[in-house]
């Protein structure tokens, strides 16, 4: 029977303590605090009312600006002035027992231990309260079974309705006759195969995944034990090879939400496949059959594509928006993009394109970036402009200009600023012969990469960011980063094993090699000496599309390079545009 003393009822679903309580929900202390709220997520009545009001205005107004983003099951916010460190707002009115789903999910994902919620739907909504107290129990359940509570050890329901209270008892005391007799099998479910150890491997903490994976049982007869041993031995062996499973490691694993979940779900329900995720390795593994396993690969490769992209944009789009505002003119007064098409418009205008089209206000335009207008189908134009958000002089040994917006300027041998740059070559190059040396004058890259370097020894709190690193490259290639230096269409072309950017070397001869300053039709070579904002930096991997993040408490404050040996480095790898300025250009031969 469940246990109870005059404030909770209690009973045990596996590792997990289930308790009913009557009482004020703003009053208890939680890992996260559940809202049962309308699907505008702004319900001002009951309990939602109470916790949004206890919660604080901020609770408040970050519900309502993540509820503008579009649709969605539940959302999470901060706990505000409550006792928890988040609250999930789920919908009333939705699945309940889908809703548990969504709730323990974000507390594993968190690595939570407890959460606290309403009789969800029991207000508004109308449900009974007795299917809401089963659905509950069933959530929990089914979460057991399919491995995912590794975290969470208790659930808490606060009744707020003191009549409820005797019905989510009769359904603690219904279901705990049935809960003995099913525990062990919750334990070991999915971890045999025919009473023998199964070919899925087992996972520490995996995703939870709605479809559950039902065991097969055989039953084999024979004329003696050797027989029967051989017969299982030889099924248990064509399963393994018929379960080719298929291994993905990347750390966009790691920002996996609703929406990877839902499609990974998808995928199980209308694929024959199971599905296991570690976060910890930021690795999935799918186990199926044929054309199922391929279909399932391909679809979760596309989605993690699309997650990479996504947080690269993201990623860049912050950046440029330290540099550089694009603006349009709406009632005599400027407003600025968005930062995602500050971005697009950005790219565009270094891509020296005449037009692109933007989404102003939900409509349509076209900019012309030679007249700096923006055009709608109707034809009514608004002014655009670029501003740079700060201007820095340049360095005083520049030759002039000429008001030109970009120059490339022969130094002379004997003079002080090449023997500098030719004593750092030839410290590891030394049998190669240098043609000549090019400084690369670009105001526009120069001021960018200075406003980087202000920002970085601010965040750092120190201003020893920057080194003067070597960097290979074609003939081809060189044009392009005189002009925009090394950017997003450059990242990753001649090497990925540390990540998908632009590699530096702290020697000349690592640069030197072939394979990164390949000789043009003449043999001549092509190498940058360039100032490079390291920063801090930590070993990076293959998989990484940005530096990771120093601490897994704080996803969003990154690194800024990583690199092959933190102690020793031999390379360093960028990822941002404007975190790295080609100073000085080397021709060489052998």
Same mark, same amino acid.
Not at 211 to 230: D, L, M, P, W
Not at 287 to 306: C, H, P, V, W, Y
Not at 373 to 390: C, E, F, N, Y
Not at 528 to 537: F, P
């Given at each position: 029977?469940?246990?109870?003393?005059?404030?909770?009822?209690?009973?045990?679903?596996?590792?997990?303590?289930?308790?009913?309580?009557?009482?004020?929900?703003?009053?208890?202390?939680?890992?996260?605090?559940?809202?049962?709220?309308?699907?505008?997520?702004?319900?001002?009545?009951?309990?939602?009312?109470?916790?949004?009001?206890?919660?604080?205005?901020?609770?408040?107004?970050?519900?309502?600006?993540?509820?503008?983003?579009?649709?969605?099951?539940?959302?999470?916010?901060?706990?505000?002035?409550?006792?928890?460190?988040?609250?999930?707002?789920?919908?009333?009115?939705?699945?309940?027992?889908?809703?548990?789903?969504?709730?323990?999910?974000?507390?594993?994902?968190?690595?939570?231990?407890?959460?606290?919620?309403?009789?969800?739907?029991?207000?508004?909504?109308?449900?009974?309260?007795?299917?809401?107290?089963?659905?509950?129990?069933?959530?929990?359940?089914?979460?057991?079974?399919?491995?995912?509570?590794?975290?969470?050890?208790?659930?808490?329901?606060?009744?707020?309705?003191?009549?409820?209270?005797?019905?989510?008892?009769?359904?603690?005391?219904?279901?705990?006759?049935?809960?003995?007799?099913?525990?062990?099998?919750?334990?070991?479910?999915?971890?045999?195969?025919?009473?023998?150890?199964?070919?899925?491997?087992?996972?520490?903490?995996?995703?939870?995944?709605?479809?559950?994976?039902?065991?097969?049982?055989?039953?084999?007869?024979?004329?003696?034990?050797?027989?029967?041993?051989?017969?299982?031995?030889?099924?248990?062996?064509?399963?393994?090879?018929?379960?080719?499973?298929?291994?993905?490691?990347? %750390?966009? $694993?790691?920002? /996996?939400? @609703?929406?990877? #979940?839902? !499609?990974?779900?998808?995928? &199980?329900?209308?694929?024959? *496949?199971?599905?296991?995720?570690?976060?910890?390795?930021?690795?999935?593994?799918?186990?199926?059959?044929?054309?199922?396993?391929?279909?399932?690969?391909?679809?979760?490769?596309?989605?993690?594509?699309?997650?990479?992209?996504?947080?690269?944009?993201?990623?860049?789009? %912050?950046? $440029?928006?330290? /540099?550089? @505002?694009?603006? #349009?003119? !709406?009632?005599?007064?400027? &407003?600025?993009?968005?930062? *995602?098409?500050?971005?697009?418009?950005?790219?565009?205008?270094?891509?020296?394109?005449?037009?692109?089209?933007?989404?102003?206000?939900?409509?349509?335009?076209?900019?012309?970036?030679?007249?700096?207008?923006?055009?709608?189908?109707?034809?009514?134009?608004?002014?655009?402009?670029?501003l740079m958000k700060s201007e820095v002089k340049t360095p005083e040994h520049w030759d002039d200009m000429k008001q030109q917006d970009f120059c490339v300027v022969e130094l002379q041998p004997g003079h002080a600023e090449y023997n500098t740059v030719a004593s750092k070559f030839n410290q590891t190059c030394s049998h190669f012969c240098i043609e000549k040396i090019e400084r690369i004058q670009n105001p526009d890259l120069w001021n960018c990469y200075q406003t980087r370097k202000k920002t970085m020894d601010t965040k750092n709190g120190h201003k020893n960011n920057e080194k003067q690193l070597f960097h290979g490259t074609d003939a081809d290639s060189v044009p392009h980063v005189n002009r925009n230096g090394f950017n997003r269409s450059y990242a990753g072309k001649n090497a990925v094993a540390y990540?998908?950017?632009?590699?530096?070397?702290?020697?000349?001869?690592?640069?030197?090699?072939?394979?990164?300053?390949?000789?043009?039709?003449?043999?001549?070579?092509?190498?940058?000496?360039?100032?490079?904002?390291?920063?801090?930096?930590?070993?990076?991997?293959?998989?990484?599309?940005?530096?990771?993040?120093?601490?897994?408490?704080?996803?969003?404050?990154?690194?800024?390079?990583?690199?092959?040996?933190?102690?020793?480095?031999?390379?360093?790898?960028?990822?941002?545009?404007?975190?790295?300025?080609?100073?000085?250009?080397?021709?060489?031969?052998?």
């Amino acid at each position: 029977m469940p246990s109870s003393n005059v404030d909770v009822h209690e009973m045990k679903i596996g590792p997990v303590t289930f308790q009913v309580a009557f009482g004020d929900i703003t009053k208890e202390e939680a890992d996260v605090i559940v809202n049962s709220t309308s699907k505008a997520f702004n319900l001002k009545a009951g309990v939602s009312r109470a916790i949004l009001e206890c919660a604080g205005q901020n609770v408040e107004m970050a519900c309502s600006h993540l509820a503008e983003k579009g649709n969605s099951d539940y959302i999470v916010t901060e706990g505000g002035l409550l006792r928890c460190k988040n609250i999930v707002h789920v919908i009333g009115g939705s699945d309940v027992k889908q809703s548990i789903f969504f709730v323990l999910q974000e507390c594993e994902k968190r690595k939570y231990s407890s959460v606290c919620l309403p009789a969800i739907g029991t207000g508004n909504a109308q449900k009974d309260p007795e299917e809401v107290a089963n659905a509950m129990i069933d959530a929990i359940e089914d979460s057991i079974q399919n491995g995912m509570l590794q975290s969470v050890k208790k659930v808490k329901v606060v009744i707020f309705l003191p009549h409820l209270l005797d019905v989510f008892c009769d359904s603690m005391k219904k279901r705990e006759a049935s809960l003995a007799s099913l525990q062990p099998s919750l334990r070991s479910k999915l971890t045999s195969f025919m009473k023998s150890p199964s070919p899925f491997p087992q996972k520490q903490n995996p995703l939870v995944l709605k479809k559950k994976t039902e065991s097969a049982s055989f039953q084999v007869c024979g004329e003696s034990g050797k027989c029967i041993k051989n017969v299982v031995s030889w099924i248990q062996d064509l399963i393994t090879k018929e379960l080719c499973p298929y291994t993905y490691e990347d %750390e966009c $694993i790691k920002d /996996f939400n @609703e929406k990877e #979940y839902q !499609k990974l779900n998808e995928l &199980q329900e209308n694929l024959n *496949i199971a599905i296991c995720l570690d976060y910890k390795r930021a690795l999935i593994e799918v186990f199926g059959l044929g054309k199922d396993l391929t279909q399932a690969r391909n679809a979760i490769e596309e989605m993690i594509k699309g997650m990479r992209l996504a947080k690269e944009q993201k990623s860049q789009a %912050e950046l $440029i928006s330290e /540099f550089i @505002e694009w603006q #349009y003119c !709406k009632n005599s007064t400027f &407003q600025s993009f968005d930062k *995602i098409t500050n971005l697009q418009l950005e790219t565009a205008w270094k891509a020296k394109k005449r037009k692109t089209v933007v989404k102003i206000n939900h409509q349509s335009y076209t900019v012309d970036l030679t007249t700096h207008t923006a055009t709608d189908a109707k034809g009514h134009s608004l002014p655009v402009q670029r501003l740079m958000k700060s201007e820095v002089k340049t360095p005083e040994h520049w030759d002039d200009m000429k008001q030109q917006d970009f120059c490339v300027v022969e130094l002379q041998p004997g003079h002080a600023e090449y023997n500098t740059v030719a004593s750092k070559f030839n410290q590891t190059c030394s049998h190669f012969c240098i043609e000549k040396i090019e400084r690369i004058q670009n105001p526009d890259l120069w001021n960018c990469y200075q406003t980087r370097k202000k920002t970085m020894d601010t965040k750092n709190g120190h201003k020893n960011n920057e080194k003067q690193l070597f960097h290979g490259t074609d003939a081809d290639s060189v044009p392009h980063v005189n002009r925009n230096g090394f950017n997003r269409s450059y990242a990753g072309k001649n090497a990925v094993a540390y990540g998908k950017g632009t590699y530096f070397a702290v020697d000349a001869c690592y640069s030197a090699n072939d394979i990164y300053s390949r000789p043009d039709s003449h043999g001549r070579k092509h190498m940058y000496y360039v100032r490079v904002l390291t920063g801090n930096y930590t070993r990076g991997n293959h998989s990484l599309i940005v530096p990771p993040p120093k601490s897994p408490e704080n996803p969003t404050d990154l690194y800024d390079t990583v690199t092959d040996c933190v102690r020793n480095p031999h390379l360093f790898v960028v990822f941002y545009d404007y975190q790295a300025y080609p100073e000085y250009l080397i021709t060489f031969t052998n």
